[in-house]
């Protein structure tokens, strides 16, 4: 925590994780947080025991106080971060997503709140960029319980559609059941492959 302590459970809850500069997990990353929502950003260069600094977020994140609250988290742009979150949902019933400035606001980015329509049967579990920028990706899981199990899907999304206000869609580029070697897959990287296409890593 921002003391140096380590913080318990319900303070501590960190959900998406991703580096705000090309350094990677050397450099800084970013850190959203559960139930009391906010982010976070760790200068991982200096020490893994460096004390935070609060990254500013709209007000109306805190209605993401709560265990479906802010999840996913990535950089959608050099300017511009954004947060979704898991299944808290705004007035139109879609998932509650900020796109926020950061370091600072750049000319041409329209930063404020939006929504991510739902995709039934599930809910968001992380965001990530894919390695050409042009495509936001989103994996999502579902737990029907110790019977059924948990499905998963990545759905992507066009980067350039992603501003205040706007409802996201996109398209489901994969799916999984229990027939296939999963887990409570909740974290998402990509990287491109020898033919140029965005490969995803779930773990």
């Known amino acids: 925590g921002m003391d140096g302590k380590t913080m318990r459970k319900d303070e501590g809850d960190a959900e998406g994780l991703d580096a705000l ?3 990677g997990a050397d450099g800084a990353v970013a850190v959203s947080f559960e139930r009391d929502a906010r982010v976070w950003r760790y200068d991982l260069s200096k020490s893994l025991d460096v004390r935070p ?11 993401a106080d709560n265990n479906l609250g802010l999840e996913g988290l990535t950089m959608l742009a050099p300017d511009a971060l954004l947060a979704v979150c898991e299944d808290t949902r705004n007035s139109d019933g879609d998932m509650y997503a900020w796109l926020v400035p950061y370091p600072m606001r750049a000319a041409g980015i329209a930063y404020g709140a939006l ?5 039934p049967p599930y809910e968001i579990s992380d965001a990530a960029m894919g390695p050409s920028g042009k495509y936001l990706y989103l994996l999502e899981r579902h737990y029907f319980g110790p019977i059924g199990g948990i499905v998963i899907a990545v759905r992507r999304i066009a980067a350039a559609e992603v501003r205040a206000g ?19 897959m909740e974290g998402l990287a990509l990287r491109r492959g020898a033919d140029g296409t965005a490969l995803p890593h779930l773990t």
């Open 53 to 63: 600094t609060l990254v500013p977020m709209p007000a109306d994140i805190k209605v």
């Open 166 to 184: 706007a409802r996201l869609g996109g398209t489901a580029t994969a799916k999984f059941s229990m027939r296939a070697n999963i887990d409570n």
């Open 21 to 23: 500069r090309p350094a």
């Open 115 to 119: 929504g991510v329509r739902v995709h």
